[in-house]
């Protein structure tokens, strides 16, 4: 099955216009030293041969996605895992297929995109761009939701409450906005001050009771969840770029400069 899949990637836009390419293309194509390869080499008898440039293993790459036309400066899963959102300096958010490669969907927004994700059931895409501006995404149709201007920096991170009660935006004006979303729509921002430098960095904790962000001005901030009120400051050395948080929501990990700190 793992020969099959990789097969796919490889030779997909030729299979999807015949399926005669499974023997003309793919099985040709296949390293020498597939199972898929050995198992139906009596069919490659009087095909043409690749004489140059052959594999004879799997490469690690599955497969490259082509299409933006500048930095890809956030990538995110949808949470089953069929798409994958990209967010690029082109001014671009693409929407693609995580089993083919295939582009689903291009979303223009008027600056650099810095930050996207998925919210928890996969039908929307959360974005941030370089003028601060915060906006929402049909992840099915590619229509625009809702945008708000929510900082007057650039949106270095965003994130969706793992229940999908809250969002959240870090931003290079030093401050993170959060959220209350329900039935009825997004709720009016509350803007959380505290932070000296650029809010690279959000996540949620598990259980919804805590939000982490992590700065430049190398400290780390936990701030509760439903009163939003600011809690433990945890400070580093080094400047902090990406935050994450345990599954039982015990351990934090920042990721500063040269190092992981715990």
Known sequence: LRDC?????????????????????????????????????????GKPRIHIGHL?????????????????????YSPDGERIVSGSWDCTIRLWSSRTGTQLHVLKEKSRVWSTEFSPDGKEILCGTGEG?????????????MSQNAHSGAVGAVA?????????????????????????????????KGHSDFVMSLAFSRDGSFLLSGSLDKTCKIWTIPDLSQGLTLEHDASVYRVN???DDKTIACGCDGKLVL
């Open 5 to 45: 899949k990789r097969v796919v990637h490889l030779c997909y836009p030729a299979i999807s216009l015949s399926a005669s390419h499974v023997y003309i293309s793919a099985l040709l194509s296949s390293p020498s030293t597939s199972v898929l390869r050995t198992i139906y080499s009596t069919s490659l008898v």
């Open 133 to 145: 501006v915060v906006s929402v995404w049909d992840a099915r149709t590619g229509a625009r939701i």
């Open 245 to 247: 948080i345990s599954p």
């Open 56 to 76: 004879s293993h799997w490469k690690a790459n599955v497969i490259t996605m082509e299409g933006h036309t500048s930095t890809v400066w956030s990538v995110a």
């Open 160 to 192: 969706y409450s793992p229940q999908g009660e809250y969002a959240a935006s870090g931003s290079a004006d030093r401050t993170v906005t959060v959220w209350r979303i329900t039935s009825a729509g997004w709720g009016i921002p509350t803007v959380l």
